[in-house]
């Protein structure tokens, strides 16, 4: 879902999608206990976000899976001094998601993400109804106007449907658009 969001910001003109993931904070052993060294494996390419950074894009999307974890929590609460200086003010903001079910609280989990991006100042971009395929009745989808969303089962068996792919290229492409417009 993460690459296909980037995808859709490269399509706006000036726009990069640049993919990072949060600072891991459970240790090795825990990892290990849990099964997610895999997980870790899969994702070790793409490079640990700092705070500091986020002050450089004119929009971020941000993407966590059902209810928000630790790590993702503590990355966030290490955003005061952004905070404090405005940082984020006026920059765009979006959020996706998955959950392991059909009714795994994805709509909840993008809107209790919001709190964080309007304390900081930005400005919210989701995925509109323009978008028709979060409509769609001939298969089971994520996505909603909160932002593009899947489902992966309870053990990471499903991955993204096409239309789901579609969702997040789409929300993309409307967040890096909007952000080109307040940049210019």
Known sequence: ????????????????????RVPETLPADV???????????AFAHVPVCTVEELTGYAGIVFGRFGNMCGQMR?????????????GLVGKV????????TQHGGQESTILTFHTFLLHQ????SGLPYA??????????TGGSP?????????????????????SARYQGHYMAEIAAKLTS
Not at 1 to 20: F, K, N, Q, S, T
Not at 74 to 86: K, P, R, Y
Request: hydrophobic share 45%.
């Open 93 to 100: 903001g979006s959020v996706f998601t998955s959950s392991a």
């Open 1 to 20: 879902m993460a690459e296909a969001i980037a995808e859709g910001i490269a399509e706006v003109p000036g726009a990069e999608g640049v993919l990072r």
């Open 121 to 124: 100042g930005m400005i919210i």
């Open 131 to 140: 978008f028709a395929g979060q409509m769609r009745l001939d298969e089971i």
């Open 31 to 41: 990892l290990e206990k849990m099964g997610a060294v895999e997980a870790q494996k």
């Open 146 to 166: 909160y932002g593009a969303s899947t489902i992966c089962g309870s053990k990471g068996e499903r991955f993204p449907s096409e239309n789901e792919l579609l």
């Open 74 to 86: 503590q990355f966030l609460d290490a955003t005061g001094q952004i905070w404090m200086t405005g």
